[in-house]
């Protein structure tokens, strides 16, 4: 696989979400790093979105629910390039009827280089870093090269 360098925006865009038990987590996140959040586009699951949203005021862009397909829509976007953030507090005592959806969202996340973090402190080191405001290059597949290598 070949890849190139994109530049993201200062303005990120940020897909958050959390499976139930991990909700108030995500919802206090959310609350305390309120300020650094409303400078970005913000996508979350169906009921992640409600619960933050209501708790916090943010304007966010609601998917739908995850067990519905809301994980698979959050990948989607990111092999669209629209989502460059992903915040998932996933919870690791329960299993989920969704679970192949899950997977499947933190491999696509994997391929295009997507920081992922999956608990509150790893979200804290995410949003500290002086990268989160700014400009920055990251490498992805290029996906034109390995069509044109597998079509030629
Ligand atoms: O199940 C989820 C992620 O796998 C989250 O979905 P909800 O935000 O709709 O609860």
New binding site residues.
Partial sequence: MEYKNITLPANKSIAL????NK?PDIVKWCQDHKEDLSGHTLY????????ISNATGLTIQRL?????G??QQVGSLITEGKVDFLI?F?DPFEP?P?DP??KA?LRIAAVWNIPVACNPISADFMIASPLFATEFQRSVPDYESYITKRTH
């Fill in positions: 979400i959390a499976h139930d909700k979350a699951t169906g009921t992640t979105g409600s619960v739908i629910s995850g067990p519905l809301g994980d998932f996933w989920m969704h959806d899950v969202l």
